[in-house]
């Protein structure tokens, strides 16, 4: 049995915001539920009392009164509309003035660039080598306003977590911001909202909040480069990746692959998602390595047919050792 | 016992990946072979190469793709991509390359011999991509080449400032 | 006429500086104020032992048999062909009665006997370096040159090999290998030997290599030293105290890291395939810095240091002593690799050692070279929008933001081009006139900034450039600039883009080539071209100048297009691609329809009866003088 607040309980609800930005579009949109949904009972209700009250035939009720009911046409048709449209335009304006955010300096600037069909998520801090690079997964401080400045490396795409912040597109060339503080922690989902070739569906990200001292714990890893290895079997893991197609469009930061052109995977087994898409686990791993093709068509993560089983093994031996 | 099973199933899932990887290949064409008998990746490099003399008799293969926008666009997404316009020029036309848009090809122009310049690598600085691309990546560079200054060229140039509407 | 050594006063013994590199003189002549610190590391009057003739990089010779009155009576005494047909940048250098020519790859080193007619080849030396190198050249397989001491020809190869060889006999002494050519690693630069070591600088900034300078051991070849130009203050040796940049921005620990991404400074470029200054009295090298690894801006937020810098340096330990970065994070490719002219001149009334650099940004900057303090930095080349001029205070460029390249955009015509107002032929002073003369070109350039992907070995570029002629008629301009009044004092505007380094003679001549294959003499107080011949292809090189064994003046230079710009007159360039050859193709594609591949020195003295008439003329004179 779903109770009611399960019932809400999906990721793209945004009725059941979780940052304050969502929860201004969330109160905008229950003003616009509620006040719609009055009007239209009453639309109905007044349809419904006319046609009730004039029943019979046309002759019945000639001459018809044509002078009758200026008042309903001066107040149901102009005033009230005009003073609905007006407020609502009022609170419209008034919400999405807020979201910018407020203008404090955010405790921390992230950028997100949309490539077909992933996102990659730098981490802009002023000391420069403090940034950081991931795909897919953003990670954030609860209770903290986050800018996130967004662009597009090919195609018009639109970054979208419907329990945090309402839709910006991302456009090449240009920057667009905004700003998302999660008001709880949690995982939450994103996608694409704006058509941008075959693998658009798939084109999902998730937002972990967390507490700012777990956030400043996870940071603090993914800044560190890739620990060497010194397990055989991860070693020549890494030898593949380095040797292979890999490192022509991946990096590895701390190793040979300096690819730039795919996601950088120096942390790859602390990430929750392959291709955005599946759960990171070890068969699934070896499966989109072999063929990335068939698990997400058009992906530009080619079919790989290369690797001998140890190989393979190897490989994502190493690639699940990048916590 | 939970996990076992969960492995199983996982496993399962892995081989028909796999399986299906494998079938999808056989369908193909076969794609690198020059000589009809035999596929696959080992043939370059061992039987291919600049070949002497006039007119030698070993078949060539023809680009499994066909020289349509979605194939060259991807070429040329590859072309830039893996580098390539930084030694052979923005569209092509050369540099520390030499250009692929005019008439001279010093290794052969069709389509067997620029996929093997590709994945051989020729003397003078051309790194051999062969072991490391895919073989349907470097047939969808050898389509782009063969498309340059043609009607289907993706991305053309631009009018050249100081020596315009000239060919090659 | 009047003779040469009587202009030369003033020879100062400065005995802290004297055991290797001899005492410091300096060149001075009638006319300016303007001195040239020379020791006898530069040879004799009348030789050429080191790439500019002297450490100081003035490219000022003393002699003055072929002058103003006689030019026009030039002639060519010898042509030789190299055999190979690629960009013949450099100059030759000249020791006793051997000219020695380093040619492209594969570097080839030839000694000609100039005691016989014709000049005939001595011997041929050949490192056979690895072929793999000419597809990591990003410019053409370019060679800037040789050093000469201690009976030791010193040059690198295009492979990352540095050679000393036997100035007599054409044998090897040492061979050092200093980088790998897989990871897109090349040597163009011409090495300077400074006392007992042989300063050395990268290239393939293109192909994201991380820029150093080294310190070898004239006698064995070790590297002694390695001072990188990003990285950890230990790697670039800037950890020492003496290190005291002047600015505040360029103050700072580490900063070769901290103004980078994390890691991107190991892929950050700023190499030194440039020209290498020093100062015998305040014991400093100077050499300038390419751009910052991917050309990309967006890709590597940050002042991006030590790119597009000059730094002062130690030649003993390869220590730092001051350094000051012109551009903060390049979005041009403006690699200020350019010589360093070190050359005292009053300033303000009071006489300062200066080091002028003319710039690939357009400005002509003039630092003290002591401190590193900027003391003037003015647009050569009128065009230049960039930036609107350099704040003497901070040191920064006043940035025109308008015409910063971001990843995503394009960016329209911005001046100069990637190439540069000038790019990295030579400049020359003379004493005689205080002027520099700037080979100038004129080029602006459509900038696109894409997505860059670093792969070992292959270009990391991340841009789309389309190049094309700046405004006005002409692609190049031989520029006469006074560096105290910071002002064009004359200009020779030419056709093509100049490509070739200048030579400035007591004779008061400058001399200079085109890329459409013509060797130039103009008068260095007027400008007018007294004199020119026609050689076999477009000029690339510097032409240098020196006594024969039978005491006639003589003036050398390369013909042989390549380079960047000199490679879009080679068939394997197309001229349908404006984009090719890193963008040049849109600016340069034409001289193809002027010049091609060419390979031969050329040589050009007066005829011997002129030549004896006036040598008797001077001798006479100075008989005359002494006699009252």
Known sequence: MKTLENLFDFPFNIFDPAGVQAGWLANLGWVLVVLMSVLIIGMAVLVVWGALRRRGRLEEHMPIDVDGGKGWILWGGVALPVTVLTSLFVVTVVTLNMLPGDREEPALAVKVTAHQWWWEVDYLYDDLPQRFSTANEIHIPVGQPVRIELISSDVIHSFWIPKLHGKIDAIPGHTNALIVEAEEPGVYRGECAEYCGVQHAHMRFVVVAQPPEEYQAWAARQREPAAPVTDPKLVKGREAFEGYACALCHSIRGTKARGQVAPDLTHFASRMTIGGIMPNTRARLQAWIVNAQALKPGVRMPTLEEFDGETLNALAAYLESLE | MKRTKEWMSLSALLVLTLLAACERREAEPAPAGALPEVTGKEVTGKLLGPQPGPDRPIPKANNPFPMEQNVLTEGRRLFVWYNCYGCHGGRAGGGMGPSLRDETWLYGGKDQDIYNSIAEGRPHGMPAWGPKLPQEQIWKLTAYIQSLGTPLEPKKPPENPVMPTTGS | ?628
């Open chain 3, 1 to 628: 006429m009047r003779a040469m050594y009587s202009t030369v006063f003033a020879a100062m013994l400065l005995s802290a500086f004297a055991s290797a590199q001899g005492p410091v003189e300096f060149v001075t002549a009638e006319g300016s104020e303007m001195r040239i610190p020379r020791t006898d590391a530069a040879g004799p009057v009348g030789k050429w032992w080191l790439p500019a003739l002297d450490s100081a990089n003035s490219r000022y010779s003393q002699l003055d048999q072929i002058n103003a009155g006689n030019v026009t009576r030039l002639e060519s005494v010898s042509n030789w062909s190299t055999g190979i047909n690629r960009g013949h940048e450099g100059q030759p250098l000249v020791v006793d009665d051997t000219m020695y020519v380093v040619t492209p790859f594969p570097n080839f080193l030839l000694a000609f006997d100039i005691s016989k007619p014709g000049f005939a080849l001595k011997w041929k030396y050949d490192p056979a370096p690895d072929p793999t190198a000419v597809g990591k050249a990003c410019c053409d397989v370019v060679n800037r040159g040789a050093s000469y001491a201690d009976g030791k020809i010193v040059y690198n190869t295009l492979d990352n090999h540095v050679v000393a060889v036997n100035a007599q006999t054409g044998k090897e002494i040492w061979k050092t290998k200093v980088g790998n050519v897989n990871e897109g690693m090349t040597l163009t630069m011409a090495p300077l030997i400074v006392k007992d070591k042989v300063i050395t600088g990268n290239s393939g900034a293109e192909l994201g290599v991380r820029g150093w300078v080294k310190g070898l051991d004239l006698d064995t070849g070790e590297v002694v030293w390695t001072a990188y130009n990003t990285g950890p203050d230990e790697e670039t040796l800037m950890a020492n105290p003496n290190f005291k940049p002047f600015y505040p921005k360029d103050q700072g620990k580490d900063l070769g890291v901290k103004t980078w991404p994390p890691e991107q400074w190991q892929l950050g470029g700023s190499t030194v395939w440039g020209w290498i200054s020093y100062d015998p009295e305040l014991d400093l090298f100077y050499y300038g810095t390419g751009n910052p690894g991917v050309w990309n801006p967006d890709m590597r937020p940050g002042d991006n240091k030590w790119s597009i810098s000059i730094i002062a340096r130690d030649p003993d330990t390869g220590e730092a002593r001051w350094a000051y970065q012109l551009v903060p994070h390049d979005a041009w490719d403006y690699d200020e690799i350019m010589e360093n002219i070190l050359v005292d001149m009053p300033w303000n009334g009071e006489m300062r050692k200066l080091l002028i650099h003319p710039g690939r940004t357009g400005f002509v900057f003039v630092l003290d070279r002591e401190t590193g303090q900027l003391l003037s930095a003015e647009k050569f080349h009128p065009p230049t929008n960039w930036a609107t001029g350099y704040d003497l205070d901070t040191g920064l460029p006043q940035i025109d933001e308008s015409k910063r390249t971001h990843m995503g955009q394009t960016t329209y015509d911005i001046c100069p081009s990637s190439t540069g107002a000038k790019e990295v032929f030579p400049s020359a002073v003379s004493p005689r006139t205080g002027l520099l003369y700037i080979p100038a070109h004129n080029f602006c350039m459509n900038y696109g900034a894409i997505e860059a992907n670093y792969i070992a070995g292959t270009p990391y570029l991340g841009a789309d450039v389309l190049m094309y002629p700046g405004p006005g008629e002409n692609r190049g301009e031989l520029i006469a600039w006074d560096p105290i009044q910071a002002k064009q004092v004359w200009g020779i505007k030419e056709k093509y883009p100049l490509q070739s380094g200048v030579l400035a003679t007591a004779g008061d001549l400058v001399f200079y080539g085109t890329t459409d294959g013509w060797f130039k003499a103009a008068d260095a107080r007027s400008g007018e071209v007294l004199w020119k011949f026609k050689v076999s292809s477009g000029i690339v090189s510097n032409p240098m100048t020196f006594t024969g064994s039978d005491g006639r003046q003589y003036v050398a230079v390369y013909a042989g297009i390549g380079g960047w710009v000199g490679a879009n007159a080679f068939d394997l360039i197309s001229a349908s691609d404006p984009t090719a050859a890193l963008g040049t193709t849109g600016a340069a594609a034409d001289l193809k329809q002027v010049t091609t591949a060419g390979s031969t020195v050329y040589v050009f003295a007066l005829p011997e009866s002129a030549a004896q008439a006036d040598t008797e003329a001077a001798a006479g004179e100075t008989v005359a003088a002494q006699a009252q």
